[in-house]
């Protein structure tokens, strides 16, 4: 592929970040009169916003990279903050306790999926399809169905606080975006992470731990699936067995358009935070131009699937 169109392709979706912006921010002022959009208070709400999905989508990016999918995450990030909210209001433990109880149980179920998918040899889809379905049940059995609120202000610190006017979930968004795009780039788990998507006989030949960089890819993105969650929770102030019902969706989305190709081997993180950005602005567009929440479904899913159309072409022509 000559190099233009590789160079167009890593940041075409940064340019559609650019574009869809300005797109939108003019037909609110059309629509309403009123430069609504492009002001700091919007813009720092739609970064705290995405946040949550970006660090979601990091961990969904690096599963994908290995020619696998994650369909579990939404429910995973629903059940780790049920069990954080339960041990800390119900039970009365001390939150930072139940923050680390929180992100082991993200972790166990990354490492559920992963050993599902490596020793029974189940397809990724299937596997954590079982998940997402296990996930959100025993959430479901623990709370009977009810919020629990309640939780201590220094956790609520880490949704709804700022530092030096930046929202902490973003900061916390932009450190899980380094750290995964610095691993991916520069250690040989990362090149062996690629690798593993990019040919598996052949990595396995080669000498890479196949199983053991498949199971690491599914538990780190149940832990930042846990982490997205406890964020969220802390941005509420309470939550549901419902929560993030759906969200695993625009996680694998953002991962597409910003360059993670399905079939494994292919993008960058980096480009996931622009996909995550981009999904942010879209839905809080929608709703400055006071669009139907379920014609927000619908625009989200034809974005979905013009990216992964997209993207299987680019894997044809390759």
């Not at 059309?30 to 813009?43: A, H, R």
Request: aromatic share 10%; net charge positive; glycine share 12%.
């Amino acid at each position: 592929m000559p190099r233009w169109q590789t160079w167009v392709q890593q940041f075409s979706s940064f340019f559609g970040l650019i574009l869809v912006s300005f797109g939108i921010g003019i037909a609110v002022y059309l629509k309403t009169s009123e430069n609504l959009f492009f002001t700091s208070d919007n813009i720092l709400t739609l970064l705290r916003q995405a946040s949550f999905n970006a660090i979601m989508a990091a961990g969904v990016s690096v599963v994908i990279i290995t020619a696998g999918i994650d369909l579990s995450i939404g429910s995973v990030w629903a059940l780790s903050s049920v069990i954080m909210a339960y041990v800390c209001v119900n039970m009365g433990w001390d939150w930072r306790l139940s923050v680390l109880v929180g992100l082991s149980i993200g972790l166990l179920c990354g490492i559920v999926n992963g050993s599902g998918v490596t020793m029974l040899r189940i397809p990724p889809f299937v596997a954590t399809l079982g998940m997402m379905s296990i996930a959100r049940g025993i959430a479901e059995v623990i709370t009977g169905g009810f919020q629990i609120s309640g939780l201590p202000d220094a956790f609520l610190w880490w949704g709804q606080g700022d530092v030096f006017s930046v929202p902490v979930p973003v900061i916390v968004a932009l450190a899980i975006i380094l750290l995964t795009w610095s691993f991916l780039k520069f250690t040989r788990l990362g090149r062996h992470i690629y690798a593993v998507g990019g040919n598996e006989s052949a990595a396995h030949l080669s000498g890479v731990p196949v199983r053991w960089v498949k199971m690491f890819a599914y538990a780190y993105c149940g832990a930042l699936a846990a982490l997205a969650g406890l964020l969220a929770t802390a941005r509420m102030g309470s939550v549901r067995p419902s929560d993030a019902l759906g969200y695993e969706l625009d996680a694998i989305a953002a991962s597409v358009i910003g360059g993670i190709s399905l079939m494994g081997g292919q993008g960058s993180v980096l480009g996931t935070a622009v996909g995550a950005l981009l999904i942010g602005v879209l839905r809080n567009g929608m709703v400055l131009l006071d669009v139907s929440a379920f014609w927000q479904k619908v625009v989200i899913g034809v974005v979905i699937i013009i990216a992964v159309a997209l993207d299987y072409l680019v894997w044809r022509r390759r």
